[in-house]
């Protein structure tokens, strides 16, 4: 797991260090700051933590904000997210979230949900422009506060951009120095966007309307922890946001896994044409649901059926390493079709609890994998609600524990 991180590490490097050189900037000395020594360092850790709760929020206001503290003469020089046209439309993509969000409530899940999951795009793809469009200019301005030999682009038709260097116009510690605050920028904005956009894959998946309340305040309030804290002080909030930095750290790995779920689900769900064709339910995809022999929940695979009639499910951490594969506990079996994807269900003591779930692309399915994998029972789900039943999905879906048990009979006596 640790080598992965150095290599998804360097991966980020050198495609940063790629797209600095696919361009040929004309270079301009930035004016320096007249703050104190570090507040602009400080403010640029707030930054990223902020504009990585939430991107397009946080590219659209902080380019609104550059905006209208510059003279007019000199607007033509600022960024390009900069521009009224880039965060106009970042604030009315942002209002027309928040009309959903309202008028949303009262309507049915079959109408709300999908919009939700269509809100998960949205956040992938302002997560995208927020790191190629502010990480490198705001790396620039970290960066020049380190080494006072950095220099920013200054691109002729467009105005100011995001800084880059040339290797022939300044010394190697000035580049080395740009590249590593940059790289830096780069991880610390990916584990916490990792982290917070997993706020919106539980709201997107949450069956009650009061978790996907209390999901969007948390949400609210995070990114408010952020904004206070470096309103009282640039240092305090530079601290508060490192601290946000560090659980983030801890929590990728979880994050990462949720996010793979959340996305599958809800490609599924929006483009179930584009999903089915690759639906085998001889083989079906899976999600762990709850820990097994050391596998964490949430780890996506395959169920697979050898010729002596085990059951394995076959994954790859993180997607990529190399394929491992672990058996399905036996004893009875079922089925639950459930709302949006069915679940493989184990019976003990009189209590079935979720071992897998499968991706919506396999609702109608649910006979043949029974068929396939010798399941004794397929059944629909059955939906409780009240506060008992929302903690026990919450926890469910987060830590793969309690939940969704339903009494089925005993595997009959041979």
Excluded at 104 to 115: C, F, N, T, V
Excluded at 134 to 162: C, I, K, T, V, W
Excluded at 181 to 187: F, G, M, N, R
Excluded at 235 to 257: D, E, M, N, Q
Aim: net charge positive.
């Amino acid at each position: 797991m640790k080598t992965l991180r150095v290599v998804l590490l360097m991966a980020l490097f050198v495609a940063a260090t790629a797209a600095l050189a696919a361009t040929e900037p004309a270079l301009a000395r930035l004016p320096s700051s007249d703050r104190l020594p570090g507040v602009d360092l400080t403010q640029g850790i707030s930054q990223v933590t902020g504009v990585a709760i939430s991107p397009m929020l946080g590219v659209s206001a902080i380019g609104a904000w550059r905006y209208f503290r510059t003279p007019e003469s000199q607007r033509h020089r600022l960024p390009w997210f900069c521009h009224p046209a880039v965060w106009g439309i970042g604030f009315f993509l942002l209002a027309l979230c928040l009309i959903k969000d309202v008028f949303g409530a009262a309507a049915p899940a079959l109408i709300k949900k999908p919009l939700d999951m269509a809100e998960l795009f949205e956040s992938k793809v302002s997560a995208l422009a927020a790191s190629v469009a502010f990480l490198p200019f705001l790396a620039s301005q970290m960066a020049e506060h380190l080494d006072n030999g950095q220099h920013a682009l200054l691109d002729a038709p467009a105005g100011l951009r995001y800084a880059s260097v040339q290797p022939a116009q300044l010394t190697g510690p000035d580049l080395s120095t740009y590249l590593i605050v940059l790289a830096l920028c780069i991880a610390a904005f990916l584990v916490v966007w990792l982290t917070a956009h997993c706020i919106n894959v539980l709201i997107a998946l949450s069956p009650f309307g009061i978790i996907d309340t209390v999901l969007k305040l948390a949400k609210i309030f995070l990114l408010s922890i952020v904004i206070v804290s470096y309103a009282l002080n640039p240092y305090f909030g530079a601290a508060t946001a490192l601290c946000i930095i560090g659980i983030a750290a801890v929590l990728a790995p979880w994050a990462f896994r949720l996010t793979v779920f959340g996305t599958v689900l809800a490609t599924d769900v929006i483009l179930p044409r584009r999903a089915q064709p690759h639906a085998r339910p001889y083989e079906p995809h899976a999600f762990l649901a709850r820990r097994l022999n050391g596998v964490p929940v949430r780890t996506f695979g395959r169920l697979t059926r050898s010729a002596d009639g085990v059951t394995r499910f076959v994954y790859r951490p993180w997607l990529i390493l190399a394929q491992q594969s672990i058996d399905i506990p036996g004893g009875y079996r079922s089925i639950s079709r459930g709302i949006f994807f069915p679940s493989l269900l184990c019976t003990a003591e009189g209590r079935a609890f979720t071992l897998v779930t499968f991706p919506p692309r396999y609702r109608g399915l649910e006979a043949a994998i029974a068929a396939h994998f010798e399941v004794g029972d397929v059944h629909d789900g059955l939906f409780a609600g009240g506060m008992k039943a929302a903690r026990a999905w919450l926890g469910n879906i987060i830590e793969g524990s309690g939940g969704n048990y339903r009494a089925l009979p005993e595997a009959p006596a041979k």
